[in-house]
């Protein structure tokens, strides 16, 4: 038979401690059952309490530790206080949560991921992966550097490095041709995503990002001197999608440049809000890779296997169209927003209408495409909403 430890007693069947632990002078007691019926559990369930007794004469009371997903639903919080689209997150919260929702913050690492890795193989990409793996650290980073419990941080320790699988599984992108454009537009106007139209134009005459395009104001147009009116505007640094080498506070806006085709665009939305120049039918429009969107891309006979079939296909087409009519590099860099070294030389006066003169050249000499653009929302629908924002 073990021989009892100091500090257990035997109360019918059950062991109970009863002990002073003593560190620099400093008494703790513990009086509480161990709800053990054999000694050996018994012994083990002191010894651990003896350790967080020492632990806390030494560094305090243990703070309770809050959970991945309580950090979760704090950040996904602060981003629709910022005034973005959360919904990205929240898909890519979602897919973690049976794995690593319910874990202290401090035990999210490589291998809480593990499970989760091997389970989506083959059902997901890596890309897919890869993005919620960087909404998880952004979690993570959010617990470190903005939550407190008193002066306290939720995540005490350094963020931990996670890196996504790669299984070799990109898709390429696929770049359209005029003819394909013409019939995605078409498809388009006959079911419900008739409200794409005009930003799909726009995007692919522009090389503009989804929420560049969804996140529009009137307020970002610039009027520059000796420019026609719509061929210039300004995204700022909260829209503009953000340099992951930078910090927040260094992120900066671009300017984004509309050829005459974007401009006649731009010129049918005009009236149809006071706010934003792409609404959709009940207002902002959170994204336009949508149902709606992936039935016209089908429709159109476009290919759904072995090409990526998203929104970013438009921003692919017009830098591909660009190559075509031989933009040189750095404009084709700065048309498309890409971080460019010599700012003054393209965001000076003369450097818009450089710009703006480079854009002109992605052309077609049809107007086929841009008959729809004034139809997008008939008298009814436009006093409909004048009448809902009254």
């Known amino acids: 038979m073990q021989d009892r430890p100091a500090g257990l007693t035997k109360r019918g069947e059950i062991w109970h401690i009863d002990k002073v632990v003593t560190v620099g002078g400093i008494r703790k007691s ?3 059952s161990t709800g053990c019926r054999e000694i050996g559990d018994a012994a083990l369930i002191l010894e651990q309490k003896v350790a967080e ?4 004469i030494l560094n305090g009371p243990r703070r309770h530790e809050h959970t991945f997903r309580e950090a979760a639903v704090k950040y996904v919080i602060s981003i629709e206080r910022r005034g973005k689209d959360p919904e990205r ?3 890519d919260l979602k897919l973690l949560d049976n794995y690593i929702g319910g874990l202290p913050i401090s035990h999210v690492h490589q291998g809480a991921f593990l499970r989760f890795e091997e389970e989506q193989h083959g059902l997901r990409r890596s890309s897919t992966l890869a993005r919620a793996y960087r909404t998880a650290v952004a979690v993570l980073n959010y617990a470190a550097r903005v939550l407190r419990d008193g002066n306290k941080p939720w995540l005490a320790t350094a963020v931990p490095k996670i890196v996504p699988p790669d299984w070799n599984d990109t898709l390429p992108p696929y770049p359209l041709g005029w003819d394909e454009q013409d019939k995605l537009v078409a ?3 006959k079911t419900t995503a008739k409200h794409l139209i005009a930003p799909t134009l726009f995007g692919v005459n522009t090389g503009a990002r989804e929420q560049e395009i969804c996140s529009l104001t009137w307020e970002h147009e610039v009027m520059a001197p000796g420019l026609p009116s719509g061929a210039v505007w300004w995204i700022p640094p ?3 999608k953000g340099n992951s080498r930078k910090r927040a506070s260094d992120q900066v806006g671009r300017y984004l440049i509309c050829n005459a085709t974007a401009r ?3 010129d049918g ?10 609404p959709g039918p009940k207002g902002r429009m959170l994204r336009m890779n949508n149902s709606g969107w992936r039935t016209a891309w089908e429709k159109a006979g476009l290919p759904t296997e072995g090409f990526k079939k998203g929104v970013h296909n438009l921003r692919h087409t017009f830098g591909v169209r660009m190559e075509a009519v031989a933009i040189p590099w750095e404009y084709r860099k700065a048309l498309l927003g890409h971080e460019i070294q010599d700012v003054t030389a393209h965001y000076s006066p003369p450097g818009l209408a450089r710009l703006l003169e480079e854009a002109e050249k992605v052309q077609r ?4 495409i841009l008959r729809t653009v004034p139809q997008l929302w008939d008298e009814e629908t436009k006093q409909t909403r004048r009448e809902g924002r009254n």
């Open 30 to 32: 513990i009086r509480e």
């Open 53 to 56: 007794a020492k632990e806390e």
């Open 89 to 91: 997150a929240r898909q």
């Open 187 to 189: 498809k388009m106007n």
């Open 238 to 240: 909260e829209i503009r």
């Open 264 to 266: 006649s665009i731009i």
């Open 269 to 278: 939305q005009r009236g149809n809000d006071d706010n934003l120049v792409f």
């Open 365 to 368: 000499n049809t107007t086929v």
